[in-house]
């Protein structure tokens, strides 16, 4: 059973992390064809961004943007808005498989949760089975779980399970790009000592600083996710 979900789950994680990568492979693709397109010599004019057609509430004017100065345009929204959302979704999308592995080993080895954990009564008297009460219990383990460090994932789950082992560096470069994800989303991208802290020796820009993921940033940590997961996940089915 364990073996099959494994299995399952793997395939899904090529998919997904495919599915990602093509869509940012196309979206740069037509960011590409959208600029060579506007620097045309016949294509002039200009396109109005209609506000007043669902935010004329809040006061804000059209915006009228000349073709010809489209290209600035795309660039921005390209390294200012659209590679963030990239990098949050690949964060995201490597949080939510990893602890997915947790739950597998949880569930099929459910005397590895901690033993001396008190469980409040209405968590038994609620529930209609013995599986429902471990599946609860679980959530509550693995709920405590993120809000550790990376290197804390890490260490749970090889004691989870001793073949699965990650190389120290790509822990430390997953913990980096997720403390970049947080800074992202929860600061605007100003470094805080926050990021500092998670980062460690890999962080990227000083406090107060500006930090983005423009370049190969999105493709670098893609590509660090991906094995990473797939090592988990052929390290457990070995």
């Known amino acids: 059973m364990l073996k099959q979900s494994l299995t399952s789950l793997r395939e899904r994680t090529v998919r997904e992390f495919c599915a990602c990568m093509e869509f940012k492979a196309f979206t740069h693709i037509a960011y590409e064809m959208a600029t060579d397109l506007a620097k045309r010599p016949d294509v002039v004019g200009e396109i109005t961004i209609g506000y007043d057609a669902f935010a004329k509430e809040f006061g804000i004017a059209n915006r009228v943007v000349n073709l010809k100065e489209m290209p600035k345009d795309f660039a ?86 001793s073949s699965c082992k990650t190389p120290a560096e ?55 996710f991906f094995r990473a997961l797939l090592r988990v996940l052929d390290q457990l089915l070995a």
């Open 170 to 224: 790509d822990i430390a470069r997953i913990a980096e790009a997720k403390a970049t994800r947080d800074i992202l989303a929860h600061n605007a991208g100003i470094v805080n000592n926050i990021y500092l802290l998670k980062a460690g020796q890999l962080a990227r820009a000083g406090l107060g600083e500006s930090i983005d993921v423009r370049g190969n940033y999105t493709r670098d940590t893609w590509q660090l």
């Open 76 to 161: 921005r929204a390209k390294e200012g808005n659209f590679l963030p959302m990239i990098h949050q979704y690949q964060v995201a999308l490597f949080e939510h498989i990893f602890f997915d592995v947790l739950r597998l080993i949880l569930i099929n080895h459910p005397l590895l949760l901690p033993g001396k954990r008190q469980v409040e009564y209405s968590i038994i008297l609620k529930a209609s089975n013995k599986d429902e009460i471990v599946s609860q219990l679980i959530d509550r383990e693995l709920n405590e779980v993120k809000y550790k460090g990376v290197s804390d994932w890490f260490d749970y789950l090889e004691k989870a399970n």
